[in-house]
């Protein structure tokens, strides 16, 4: 869906564009810094940031794209994602609890649990990863008998960072935020980029059938 708005908004830009992926990296560029500073009391939501960063990356290519009609293309894709291949099954069969943390905005990742029919045992949405909070949240979230959002104060009964692992996609967010706190990390590297020489990492793996057979060997 990305791809589709970059490759929108260079139909109708006045910049000399080479290719929708050059816009794509300048958006993620803004987005990221977006959501940076949006921490505290600059707190914004992930739709807002993502209106920002889009209205941004139309108004520098100079394009006349119709933002409202991007977004909302956008929106509801957040709302009904395709499902990536094993997440279904890994869901149905992983055996230990599992907290959801997400920087999409609850409502919209409520929306796509529900259009797939799938439950976790807890959801954090916070602020952005790799912040600390939303990794401090799910270990509060994570403690026995403690599944849910709101059951009890953080830092109550947590868990330690070492008593789970967090499975991302994202060197920057979700392997740099987790190992800020010590939490071991496994990188999901589906696209097979290379592998930084400073992260810290369980495992590298190319899809979520390979975190069970780690978690049963664990």
Known sequence: MVAAVCRSIEQTATARVRDPATIGRYWSDAFARLCAAAAGPAF??????????????????????????????L?????????????????????????LVSDIDRVDLDAAL???????????????????????????????????????????????????WHVGDSLACDVAGANALGIPAVWMNRTHRQRPAGA??????????AVLELVRQA
């Open 200 to 209: 810290s990492l369980v495992a590298e793996v190319g899809d979520l059938t």
């Open 44 to 73: 914004a939501t992930q739709r807002e940031l993502e209106r920002r960063s889009l209205r941004e990356t139309i108004r520098h290519f100079g394009s006349d794209a119709d933002e409202e009609s991007l977004s909302r293309r």
């Open 114 to 164: 529900d259009a797939h029919g799938l439950r976790v045992d807890a959801i954090v949405t916070s602020e952005y990863k790799p912040r600390p909070e939303p990794f401090r949240l799910a270990l509060d979230h994570l403690a026995p008998g403690q599944h849910g959002p709101g059951q009890h104060g953080p830092g109550q009964h947590s868990l330690a960072p070492g008593e789970v």
């Open 75 to 99: 929106f509801d894709y957040w709302r009904r994602p395709a499902l990536l291949p094993g997440a279904a099954a890994f869901l149905a069969e992983i055996e230990l609890p599992v907290c």
